[in-house]
């Protein structure tokens, strides 16, 4: 089921960014230290500096998801670009600052009882690079793939009887579902049929341009012209795109998918 291979998939992915956390951690606390580094002769393993760098990666990690989160619903979902990718990095760095210097503070002044400015500094400085490596490493992949799905002549791949046709994502407006057949409805209200079915269909598509509206019929976020509430806190989406036979008079979204379809469309 898609929710299934969703949860695996997303469990997946937070599994590399763990080891990945882990295996930094490792690498920095037994560099830090001549007891700590590997071959000494007063070997110790530095649990301390480990714990304390593992919980520092938990807070890291956290502000830069909620960070991610936030750039890929509203910024690379439409296009991946270096501008972009260095907004999303300043402020994550400049997120963790804002968490850094309150935290060190209060550290210092429990443990030594004084705030020394120039090892803060020094602490800081430490932090944001190995912040920055450790950014890098984590969420590569994840640009990158958003980077292949919001190409502007990402295609999808058209089935229909002995034809076989490539329809760029930015000329569709809509699939929808009619006596058990799927038509790809193109921007100028042309339709083709289809030999998809809209469960496989919503599975290969770009979730961050398509949306499931109901059982009938998929939307391309652009071509959404006006939106409108309606009784019993439904909406009904008008498209740009007059569609040949007036085959979809009407869009309707539920009042339960109401706020998800928002989120996705704002």
Known sequence: MPWQ?????SA??????????????????HLSTPESFPGSDVYRFPIEGFLASIILCIFIGIITELNFQYYKKKHFYKKIEMTTIVWFMASTLGYITLMYIPINFIFSLVVDG???????????LITLLLSFILIGLSYAQDVYNLYK???????????????????AYENIACFYSQNKIVFAVKNDGTTISTDFILNELE??????????????????????????????????IKLKAAIENDAIKEINISRYKRKEFMNWFQ
């Open 5 to 9: 291979n969703f949860s695996s998939s």
């Open 12 to 29: 997946w992915r937070w599994f590399k960014k763990v080891v990945i956390f882990i295996i930094f951690s490792l690498i920095i606390n």
């Open 114 to 124: 004084e705030i020394e400015f120039y090892y803060l500094l020094i602490g800081l």
């Open 149 to 167: 799905t919001s190409l502007k002549d990402a295609v999808v791949t058209i089935e229909s009887g002995a034809k076989t046709t490539k329809l």
């Open 203 to 236: 599975e290969k598509i770009n979730n961050q341009l398509f949306y499931r509206a109901n059982r009938q019929i998929i939307v391309h976020k652009d071509a959404v012209e006006e939106i409108e509430k309606i009784e019993n806190g439904k909406l009904r």
